[in-house]
């Protein structure tokens, strides 16, 4: 018999970051779960380091970097096979605490109208700064948000509130296994990025709702898939982050904005792709300015879904 619960971690080259994720979850209170991790091609050995440091984990190794929507769409695909009841994407540079996946399981097994949820994350490096407390959508912008990010968790006492949020962060995405089946896996195209609004609004789209649960906290190394270590001419941010950010952004809109909201959201985005381009040649960005039109060319020329 399956376990109730399959986690996926995507690991790339990151030996340490997944172990020290791996570690933490191996002290949480809830034990009827296993532990899916998907190597992504890594080159470093990693994935060989991860099975002998944690032989109960379940390793699939894929031949190529897939993207954190590959990677994790393997993982997820292996849990629907096996019969997991819930499934959940977790980030591999986190620190989870000890009871964190007892309130997510909560509203999933008590309400069966809530088809995923996300805990309060806050960043590793100060764990009393806020991360995601919950999310917003603005429909009549096209503009993704988070509650109270970068703000102390003492000055916000209603982030402790349950609630319905708008996207849920794929840092830590936890989903009914009948909800996947029903609305398919992450868009492989993204790649990286918006792939999470996308499948949280497929999932509202098919009748579900999406949950914050506050009580379950974790803590998250946030920045590591798109900054680089040191700044070179373009700054720590390469170019490639820009393209994917610019084409996937413009996909979603194009998928999710209801007709009466194209007006603004067109004006919007006309204003905001004209000032970030602006940004950068003012800057002398010129490889982010080239990466930043070919993403507005792809996202306005291509589909998510061709």
């Known amino acids: 018999m399956p376990k109730q619960l399959a986690i996926i971690l995507v690991n790339w080259n990151s030996f340490d970051l997944t172990r020290d994720t791996l570690s933490s979850l191996q002290k949480t209170n809830f034990k009827n779960y296993d532990c899916v991790v ?17 032989p109960e984990i379940i390793l699939i190794s894929l031949n190529e970097n897939k993207g954190f929507t590959g990677g994790n769409n393997a993982g997820m695909q292996y849990a629907l096979d096996h019969g997991y009841e819930y499934i959940m994407m977790l ?21 069966p109208s809530i088809g995923a949820v996300q805990p309060l994350i806050y960043f590793h490096h100060d764990k009393n700064l806020i991360w995601n407390a919950g999310t917003k959508y603005n429909p009549w912008l096209g503009i993704c948000s988070t509650i109270h990010y970068n703000k102390r968790d003492d000055a916000h006492a209603q982030m402790q509130v349950p609630k319905n949020i708008d996207w849920i962060t794929g840092c830590a995405f936890m989903i009914r296994a ?25 999932i509202k789209a098919a009748g579900f709702k999406l949950a914050y649960a506050p009580s379950s906290v974790i803590y998250h190394i946030a920045g590591m898939s798109h900054k680089s270590k040191e700044k070179g001419k373009e700054g720590f941010v390469s170019p490639k982050v820009h393209f994917l950010n610019a084409r996937n952004r413009i996909w979603l809109l194009k998928d999710h904005t209801p007709w009466w909201a194209i007006p ?21 960005r010129w490889q982010k300015w080239l990466a930043w039109n070919k993403g507005m060319l792809e996202g306005l020329t291509q589909r998510v879904s061709s």
């Open 178 to 202: 009948t909800v996947l089946q029903k609305i398919s896996l992450l868009q492989e195209k993204y790649f990286i990025y918006y792939e999470d609004v996308d499948l949280s609004f497929r």
């Open 91 to 111: 980030n591999n540079d986190v620190e989870v605490a000890p009871d964190f996946l007892e309130p997510l399981m909560a509203p999933l097994n008590n309400d």
């Open 38 to 54: 998907v190597d992504n091609g890594s080159a470093d050995a990693s994935a060989q380091q991860l099975q002998e440091a944690f």
């Open 264 to 284: 603004t959201v067109v004006l919007f985005h006309a204003f905001y792709f004209f000032s970030i381009g602006f940004y950068f040649i003012f800057r002398a």
